[in-house]
């Protein structure tokens, strides 16, 4: 893909996502545009004070609740990527509804807009929380998740195609808990909910480009997935607080003691490449499933999850992971 010849817009634009996204865009690809879209002026000021600022580069002010503001967004629109959504679990937790209206019916509103403008790609973040969810966040996720996969068969003849990315925890991200373990060092004292918990990681940049790859490679109608290591919490909590006690506090509701990438009802579907998983339409009436030529279809009983992982990352490779996130938070960027 000529990326040079692309205008990319992207819904939550000021995330962290966003701007990692806007940042390598900006550097490597230069694209004809980027279309930063997202619902708060404050955040886009300070993006472009500091330094988010090209001739190529645009900021949209607008919700991805409101139709008609993204339809307008749109236009001349090649690629989207889709990273706007409430992710917080406590808070999705106690306004339900709030969580539906910008993960649901706001993937929609994508959905719709890109197909009224003929944008050609749409690559949505999703999360290992789709998958067998027991929270609202997860549970909105894989809604989303299925209403873009769906959606390519209300493409028609149109050139615009769906699909989704689904990868676990972002390190050092919003929300991660690395500032939290950071912040509670000062102390000595580190709190964990359970110590037998297990978390796939990626980091931001690793995300941000198989976002990327993906968006190149798709066809429509994949949930495409990359390898990535598990990390054991107590090990996480280590590394960062190394002579630290350790209190553990209960699993918290809505929380699993490890997450799943893949389920066994997905693996039928499922091909396995070198470095990624693609989860194939369950339905091949239109389009997705030339994958299997490509790579291994996993039998069955296949599940990709946490605490079966055979990537684990021990306690030095985390260190060499958190060193720059710390020094992020030192220079009080977290």
Not at 100 to 126: F, H, M, P, W
Request: glycine share 8%; aromatic share 8%.
């Amino acid at each position: 893909m000529d990326w040079s010849k692309k205008v990319v817009l992207i819904t939550g634009g000021t995330g962290s996502f966003g701007k990692k996204l806007t940042r390598i865009m900006l550097d490597e690809y230069n694209p004809s545009k980027i279309i930063v879209f997202s619902r708060d002026e404050l955040k886009q000021h300070e993006m472009r004070a500091a330094g988010y600022d090209a001739h190529n580069l645009r900021y949209f002010i607008g919700d991805v609740r409101d139709l008609d503001r993204m339809r307008r967004a749109f236009e001349g629109v090649d690629i989207v990527v889709h990273a706007a959504a409430l992710k917080q679990v406590p808070a999705c937790e106690y306004n339900p509804m709030e969580a539906i209206k910008t993960n649901i019916l706001g993937s929609s509103n994508v959905i719709d807009a890109a197909l009224d403008a003929g944008v050609e790609r749409v690559v949505a973040l999703s999360t290992d929380k789709a998958v067998n969810p027991i929270n609202l966040y997860g549970a909105t996720k894989l809604a989303a998740e299925k209403l873009f996969i769906q959606s390519n068969s209300y493409a028609g003849g149109r050139k615009t195609r769906f699909a989704c990315v689904r990868y676990g925890n972002v390190v050092g991200s919003r929300g991660s808990v690395v500032p939290v373990f950071l912040r509670q060092r000062e102390s000595g004292e580190v709190t964990i909910t359970d110590d037998r918990m297990t978390r796939f990681w990626i980091s931001l940049e690793q995300g941000v480009r198989f976002v990327i790859r993906c968006a190149e490679q798709m066809h429509g109608g994949e949930v495409f997935v990359p390898k990535i290591p598990s990390m054991s919490i107590v090990d996480l909590a280590k590394s960062i607080v190394p002579d630290a006690k350790i209190n553990v506090i209960g699993i918290r509701p809505g929380e699993k003691l490890h997450e799943v990438l893949i389920s066994e009802d997905e693996a039928r579907t499922t091909v396995e490449l070198e470095d990624m998983y693609v989860v194939q339409p369950a339905e091949a009436l239109w389009f997705g499933r030339d994958w299997e030529k490509l790579g291994r279809l996993m039998t069955e009983e296949f599940r990709y999850a946490s605490n079966t992982n055979s990537s684990w990352l021990d306690v030095n490779q985390i260190n060499s992971i958190i060193s720059p996130i710390e020094q992020d938070y030192l220079a009080g960027k977290l």
